[in-house]
């Protein structure tokens, strides 16, 4: 792989996303070992910058990057020099002069992975950026999509939930359109982005935008992310647009139910639905593992920008 | 074995099918006899180019002593010496070892011998997934210029060959005539 760099899903390849997935596949029975860690990646070293509370995606990567033996820094904010006021330009050069080779990024501000990305001489990955992208999720999705369907093509998507606030929806519709499936989005009117130049239809009603589906994707309400109402209370927001089991029903029979985590039961998703054979929640957290391993493994070798 | 395609000005059929056939067929002869038959006797081949050599070397081995012996694959990828020096990382294969290796004599199968390194990659990997009792080393064709100390137990031909050289080995498998061919730069 040329790349060096993971800032997004919109800048990739049909090519090299499907290479991404491939070889996730290999990571993946590499997990299934009694002895999980290779040496793909040893005396690699990494950091884990958290710039935003992560407990998932941190640990995902966290738990990838080991397997990979690589070392592992974490450098969360609340902990760090950030809160004495060092700038983000003073606390990457820090960490360049470490002589680490991965940078994993989030940050509440969308651009920022790009913006270390320019200054540092190491490989970085966004682990999510503000309201812009969430690339290791959108490919954990593909992957699990794929091992579910058989393929990533000729598919009905329906992505439910705040679609506005969601870097986790951006990246997968930036994916799941470069591979010819019909996307529908349903969230109430105020959490709908401006989606230029996509062919996505749009419901507000849940139960026409569930017809037919084959994936349903529920994304996280993003209470910490609500600071002005864009609905009116937690009661009517499950009333109208939470995946429950009638409203599962409308859905082709074999239809898959997805969320990045972590999921508010009750909110966007009931209970019997998270738990129901058809729910791959808990694939989507094994297939991340791998699909992290693969990122990091193939962007090892890149050498362009 | 890396194979780097380079292009090639000329080739030049060293073995074809029969002369492979000969070849699997005394390679068969000689794992049965060194190992006084084949209990706990295992088959591995390195991914891709061992794989298919190995499972003709058991079909083979099932003639002379009419048992099924287990094979199965390895692939060294995340294994390998170069892994951070490369531009292109190698792809991924499936590795499938077909019991627990643990007190097993494994027979290691690649096509080619070349620098050893590969085969230092399948020896740490197997290591992985437990102790054999023992590993072994058949190859089809040992082309020198070593770079570690690791020989082959059981060899088709020895070519000898210029670094510049490349030897491909070629099988039905993969929907060539069976051959091996060496190219030259």
Known sequence: MKKRHLLGIRDLSRNEIERFIETAKGFKDVLKRDIKKVPALRGKTVINLFFEPSTRTK????????????????FSVPASSVVKGESLYDTIKTIEAYGVDFIVIRHSSSGVPHFVANNINASVINAGDGINEHPTQALLDAFSIKENKGSLEGLTITIVGDIYHSRVAKSNIYLLSKFNNRIRLIAPPTLIPDIKGFDVEIFSDMDKGLAGADIVMMLRIQLERQGSAFFPSIQEYFKFWGLDKRRLSLAKKDAIVMHPGPMNRGVEISSDVADSPQSVILEQVTNGLAVRMAVMYLLSGGVDS | MMRKKTRTKSTKELLGSKDIKRI????????TEKNKGVENL????????????????ALEIKTIEQVDIPVGSLDISLYRDDITIRKEQPVVRKTELPLDITDKKIVLVDDVLFTGRSIRAAMDALMDFGRPAQIQLAVLIDRGHRELPIRADYVGKNIPTSQKENIEVELIEEATPDRVVLYKE
Do not use: P, W, Y
């Not at chain 2, 699997?24 to 794992?31: G, M, Q, W």
């Not at chain 2, 295992?42 to 070397?57: D, F, K, T, W």
């Open chain 1, 59 to 74: 640990t995902s990567f966290e738990i990838a990057e080991k397997r990979l033996s690589m070392d592992v820094l974490n």
């Open chain 2, 24 to 31: 699997i067929s005394r390679i068969a002869h000689e794992i």
């Open chain 2, 42 to 57: 295992c088959l591995i081949g390195i991914q891709r180019g061992g794989v298919h050599l190995a499972r003709r070397l």
